[in-house]
């Protein structure tokens, strides 16, 4: 069964970085683009990152500048390096890989990231 396995998570003060991974098993992630997202409790998941299998990148407007979205396919990881955190970076952050030509998708069970101010 594929997994995807979050870390990197905690508790980070405001201004500061951090660097989310995601280990996936059972699956070769360079056939797969991954994602990260994130949710605060009552509000929907909402898009954060994503690479495409080929290695492009896209963000959301709310971390783009100051957010980095990279993968390596050899250990199967694609990593989220998020730096001048604010306050309301704090959410839930979960990965997901779709399969680039059966769109089948997968997610994890995610890592909580809490900034404080």
Not at 27 to 52: C, H
Request: glycine share 10%; proline share 2%.
């Amino acid at each position: 069964q594929v997994q995807l396995v979050e870390s990197g998570g905690g508790l980070v003060q405001a201004g500061g970085s951090l660097r989310l991974s995601c280990a996936a098993s059972r699956l070769t992630s360079s056939n797969y683009d991954m994602g990260w997202y994130r949710q605060v409790p009552g509000k929907e998941r909402e898009f954060v990152a994503a690479i495409t299998w080929s290695g492009d990148s896209t963000y959301a407007d709310s971390v783009k500048g100051r957010s980095t979205i990279s993968r390596d396919n050899a250990k199967n990881t694609v990593y989220l390096q998020m730096n001048s955190v604010k306050p309301e970076d704090t959410a839930i952050y979960y990965c997901n890989a779709v399969h680039k030509l059966w769109k089948n998708a997968y997610w994890g069970q995610g890592t909580q990231v809490t900034v404080s101010s």
